[in-house]
C-alpha cells in the first residue's frame, strides 16, 4: 500500500507558531524532504525530532520528487516543508506533489502558518477578496509594466519582497499606480515585527529614513480602483511617449513631465521614473 506524503506548515519566525499536529506528523513519518536541511534541522532539534532530511530544493526538485514518488509507493510516509510557512506557497514542492497526485497517491495538508495570510489579517485593509503574486519581477522596467496591469482592480494586492529590493518597489508602485495605499508587514512573528501604513511614497519614505533596511518584508496594496483612476493615462499613449510627443512639440522634458504629471494625475518624480525607465530599455 502506498504512503502517504504530508505537506507540513512550519513557523515563518516563531517557533512557537507550529500546531500539535505538525509536531506528530514530523515525529512519525520515515522521512522529511526540505529546502534546507541545516535550517530544517534547527526546528527539529527544538522539538526534539529525529527524522532523517532529504534536500528538495528549486535546482533539484525534478530529481528528488522521482525519487520520493519511489518511496512513497512502497509504503514511505514523507513529510514536505519549506524554510518558513506552508509548502508550495512561493516555495518548492510543485513537481511533487503533481506527480504523487498522478501517481495516485495520497497528499494531506497539515496547515499551519503562512505570511500572506498573516499580513493580510493584520494589515487593515479589506479581507473579503485579494490576489497574491508572491515576488514581483526583479527588474524595475518589468515591476512598473506588471504593476500597470493591475490598475483599476477593486481587490487587495499581496507580494513577497527582499529588503534590498522593497525601496525600489515602492518607488515603481507608486509611479505605476499613482501612489496607492500600502501596508507593509515586516518581519512577521518575529521580535521586531512590524506594519507601515499609509501611501506607497509614504512607506518609502519611512523606510529610506532609516540607517538601513533589514527583515523580509510582505508588501499589501489597498484596492486600486480610485488610485488607477486618478492615474489612468487620457489616451493609449505610455507616459513616456506623452513626454516624447510633448518634447516634440518643443517642451523642454522638464516641462514636459510636469504637464504629463498635471495631466494625469501623477507625482512629477513618478512620470520621471517612467521616463528614465524607457530610456533604459
Same mark, same amino acid.
Given at each position: 500500500?502506498?504512503?502517504?506524503?504530508?505537506?507540513?506548515?512550519?513557523?515563518?519566525?516563531?517557533?512557537?507558531?507550529?500546531?500539535?499536529?505538525?509536531?506528530?506528523?514530523?515525529?512519525?513519518?520515515?522521512?522529511?524532504?526540505?529546502?534546507?536541511?541545516?535550517?530544517?534541522?534547527?526546528?527539529?532539534?527544538?522539538?526534539?525530532?529525529?527524522?532523517?532530511?532529504?534536500?528538495?530544493?528549486?535546482?533539484?526538485?525534478?530529481?528528488?520528487?522521482?525519487?520520493?514518488?519511489?518511496?512513497?509507493?512502497?509504503?514511505?510516509?514523507?513529510?514536505?516543508?519549506?524554510?518558513?510557512?506552508?509548502?508550495?506557497?512561493?516555495?518548492?514542492?510543485?513537481?511533487?506533489?503533481?506527480?504523487?497526485?498522478?501517481?495516485?497517491?495520497?497528499?494531506?495538508?497539515?496547515?499551519?502558518?503562512?505570511?500572506?495570510?498573516?499580513?493580510?489579517?493584520?494589515?487593515?485593509?479589506?479581507?473579503?477578496?485579494?490576489?497574491?503574486?508572491?515576488?514581483?519581477?526583479?527588474?524595475?522596467?518589468?515591476?512598473?509594466?506588471?504593476?500597470?496591469?493591475?490598475?483599476?482592480?477593486?481587490?487587495?494586492?499581496?507580494?513577497?519582497?527582499?529588503?534590498?529590493?522593497?525601496?525600489?518597489?515602492?518607488?515603481?508602485?507608486?509611479?505605476?499606480?499613482?501612489?496607492?495605499?500600502?501596508?507593509?508587514?515586516?518581519?512577521?512573528?518575529?521580535?521586531?515585527?512590524?506594519?507601515?501604513?499609509?501611501?506607497?511614497?509614504?512607506?518609502?519614505?519611512?523606510? &529610506?529614513?532609516?540607517? *538601513?533596511?533589514?527583515?523580509?518584508?510582505?508588501?499589501?496594496?489597498?484596492?486600486?480602483?480610485?488610485?488607477?483612476?486618478?492615474?489612468?493615462?487620457?489616451?493609449?499613449?505610455?507616459?513616456?511617449?506623452?513626454?516624447? *510627443?510633448?518634447?516634440?512639440?518643443?517642451?523642454?522634458?522638464?516641462?514636459?513631465?510636469?504637464?504629463?504629471?498635471?495631466?494625469?494625475?501623477?507625482?512629477?518624480? &513618478?512620470?520621471?521614473?517612467?521616463?528614465?525607465?524607457?530610456?533604459?530599455?
Amino acid at each position: 500500500m502506498p504512503g502517504t506524503l504530508y505537506l507540513v506548515a512550519t513557523p515563518i519566525g516563531n517557533l512557537a507558531d507550529i500546531t500539535y499536529r505538525a509536531v506528530e506528523t514530523l515525529r512519525a513519518v520515515a522521512a522529511i524532504a526540505c529546502e534546507d536541511t541545516r535550517h530544517t534541522r534547527k526546528l527539529l532539534e527544538h522539538y526534539a525530532i529525529q527524522r532523517p532530511l532529504v534536500s528538495c530544493h528549486e535546482h533539484n526538485e525534478a530529481q528528488r520528487a522521482a525519487e520520493l514518488i519511489a518511496r512513497l509507493q512502497a509504503g514511505e510516509d514523507i513529510a514536505l516543508v519549506s524554510d518558513a510557512g506552508t509548502p508550495l506557497i512561493s516555495d518548492p514542492g510543485y513537481r511533487l506533489v503533481s506527480a504523487a497526485a498522478e501517481a495516485g497517491i495520497r497528499v494531506v495538508p497539515i496547515p499551519g502558518a503562512a505570511a500572506v495570510l498573516c499580513a493580510l489579517s493584520a494589515s487593515g485593509l479589506p479581507t473579503d477578496s485579494f490576489y497574491f503574486h508572491g515576488f514581483l519581477p526583479r527588474k524595475s522596467g518589468e515591476r512598473q509594466r506588471f504593476l500597470a496591469g493591475l490598475a483599476g482592480m477593486e481587490t487587495v494586492h499581496v507580494f513577497y519582497e527582499a529588503p534590498h529590493r522593497v525601496l525600489e518597489t515602492l518607488e515603481d508602485l507608486e509611479a505605476a499606480l499613482g501612489d496607492p495605499p500600502v501596508v507593509a508587514g515586516r518581519e512577521l512573528t518575529k521580535v521586531h515585527e512590524e506594519f507601515l501604513r499609509g501611501r506607497a511614497s509614504e512607506v518609502r519614505a519611512t523606510l &529610506a529614513g532609516r540607517d *538601513a533596511v533589514r527583515g523580509e518584508f510582505t508588501l499589501l496594496v489597498g484596492p486600486l480602483g480610485s488610485a488607477a483612476t486618478s492615474a489612468a493615462p487620457e489616451s493609449r499613449a505610455t507616459v513616456a511617449e506623452e513626454v516624447a *510627443a510633448l518634447e516634440r512639440s518643443g517642451l523642454p522634458r522638464m516641462e514636459a513631465i510636469k504637464e504629463v504629471a498635471r495631466r494625469r494625475g501623477l507625482p512629477k518624480r &513618478a512620470v520621471y521614473a517612467q521616463v528614465e525607465s524607457e530610456h533604459r530599455r
